[in-house]
């Protein structure tokens, strides 16, 4: 039985646990937003490598 997926879907959410007293700055939402972009990049690298080799199978 095959199975096509025609649309995914992957939602995630990184985030920080605030120090007590600390205020977040522009560099920490810049570091936070690099962050996401590479968990995103090495997730759909990680999809197109299961997808190229389930059709080789």
């Not at 690099?34 to 080789?56: F, I, T």
Request: net charge positive.
């Amino acid at each position: 039985m095959t199975i096509e997926v025609r649309q995914v879907l992957i939602r995630s959410q990184v985030g920080v646990r605030p120090v007590a007293g600390a205020t977040p700055t522009a560099a920490d939402a810049r570091e936070l937003e690099r962050a996401k972009a590479q968990v995103l990049a090495e997730c759909k690298a990680w999809l197109r490598e299961q997808l190229r080799a389930s059709r080789e199978r």
